[in-house]
């Protein structure tokens, strides 16, 4: 990848987990063109690590896989894959990717597509476009890339934070599409409810872990909550919130250094012992094999 001028990555070493920060001083947005066979400075990629900014990849050729937050995604171009900030990743195959990268800080994009993907019904998976949908993004990339080769004029800065939002209105507006095909068979209100559920869930799951709790906030029946989120996504109310909780369990084993009594207590549990009975029921091993079996990954 080969980054802007003024634009290199600040790596801090947490355990074995590299976090990428964004460089102080900069526009809040780095620029790259992908060749992943031939690049050098994509080893990064092959080792876990994190950002504290989105992490925006958009293959337009070839074809590979990405592991995000423990789970494998297959990219297969034309499509665009967004990581939100946080999120642990790697890539395992990406020796036929070629395309764009695009990263960003979350605060110089609009809330609006924020939303569209935060309250998606299903996970945000590779975004796959068509060919007009590819020749947009290619566009746009192009543009992008001589607005960082033309920094000196007077408005650079506005200019690249437009070409970024419009990079990321358009990616959500094919992402909801997508996604309202995905869930038309069931009610418009169904989806809301789905909607406002992983929302709440996002937010509150450090304190609060019954669906109960979340009904009262809905303001519906903890019965109706449970048909409802079971009927659109498969999974119990239940499993959605535990899966939230052991997806950051995951990533503070992973990331971090804290025992497994000070992550449980950081996720909201008062009991150990229940927090680990929880990770071994969901995830087949303890907290403590998990750790142990992903060390050197």
């Not at 990331?255 to 990770?279: A, M, P, V």
Request: with cysteine; charged share 20%; aromatic share 10%.
């Amino acid at each position: 990848m080969d980054m802007a001028s003024g634009l290199k990555k600040t790596v801090m070493e947490t355990k074995n987990i590299s976090v990428i920060s964004m460089p102080s001083g900069a526009i809040n947005i780095q620029f790259g063109v992908i060749d992943v066979m031939h690049t050098l400075d994509f080893k990064h990629l092959l080792l876990p690590h994190r950002h504290d900014h989105y992490c925006c990849f958009i293959a337009t050729a070839g074809a590979g896989q990405f592991k995000v937050d423990f789970q494998v995604y297959s990219l297969s171009a034309p499509c665009v894959l967004i990581l939100y900030p946080g999120q642990v990743h790697e890539l395992i195959d990406g020796t036929g990717i070629k395309g764009w990268a695009l990263n960003f800080s979350s605060d110089i994009v609009d809330e609006a597509p924020k939303n569209i993907f935060e309250q998606a019904v299903s996970p945000l998976g590779a975004i796959e476009l068509d060919e007009t949908q590819k020749l947009w993004f290619d566009s746009l990339m192009f543009m992008m890339e001589q607005g960082f080769s033309q920094q000196a004029t007077g408005f650079y800065n506005q200019t690249i934070h437009a070409l970024t939002n419009a990079f990321f209105f358009n990616a959500a507006e094919i992402f909801s599409i997508q996604d309202k095909q995905r869930s038309q068979s069931h009610s418009t209100r169904k989806i809301e409810i789905v909607q406002k559920f992983r929302q709440l869930i996002k937010r509150n799951f450090k304190h609060l872990k019954r669906p109960v709790d979340y009904a009262a906030l809905m303001h519906v029946t903890v019965s109706h909550l449970n048909d409802t989120v079971k009927s659109v996504t498969g999974f119990s109310a239940t499993l959605l919130i535990q899966q939230h909780l052991l997806t950051e369990a995951q990533r503070l084993l992973y990331y971090t250094t804290c025992n497994i009594k000070e992550i449980s207590h950081s996720l909201g549990f008062e009991d150990e012992k229940y927090f680990t009975r929880l990770f071994q029921k969901r995830k087949g091993v303890s907290p403590t094999v998990f750790r142990k079996s992903t060390a050197h990954d």
